[in-house]
């Protein structure tokens, strides 16, 4: 139901965009939200947003870099990611729940990861 893509590799500084599709009849009713996995790391919340108002969510880790946007013609939710740090990278996954949450429990249904390597 999900599908992430758009990871590779970067320089520091650099930018990405991740785009997250989703199937229409899931994607109204859904918060999407983005988290991260580096090696022997916890998952952790990066953005996430409400499908119905817009309204965007950020990690403090993030914020002022990142910017998670939709674009409801194509059911499909983007991360720009900018100012790109080495510390960010990480596998990254989209995921979709009924609620705003910041923890991965909250989420009931996830894409595959998508590898974002920044190097330095």
């Known amino acids: 139901q999900l599908q992430a893509s758009g990871g590779g590799l970067v320089q520091a500084g650099g930018s990405l965009r991740l785009s997250c599709a989703a199937s229409k009849r899931t994607y109204s009713s859904w918060v999407t939200g983005w988290f991260r996995q580096a090696p022997g790391k916890e998952r952790e919340y990066v953005a996430a947003i409400r499908q119905n108002s817009g309204n965007t969510y950020y990690a403090d880790s993030v914020k002022g870099r990142f910017t998670i946007s939709r674009d409801s013609a194509k059911n499909t939710v983007y991360l720009q990611m900018n100012s790109l740090k080495p510390e960010d990278t990480a596998i990254y996954f989209c995921?979709?729940?009924?609620?705003?949450?910041?923890?991965?429990?909250?989420?009931?249904?996830w894409g595959q990861g998508t590898l974002v390597t920044v190097s330095s």
């Open positions: 995921a979709g729940g009924s609620y705003y949450d910041t923890s991965p429990s909250g989420y009931r249904s």
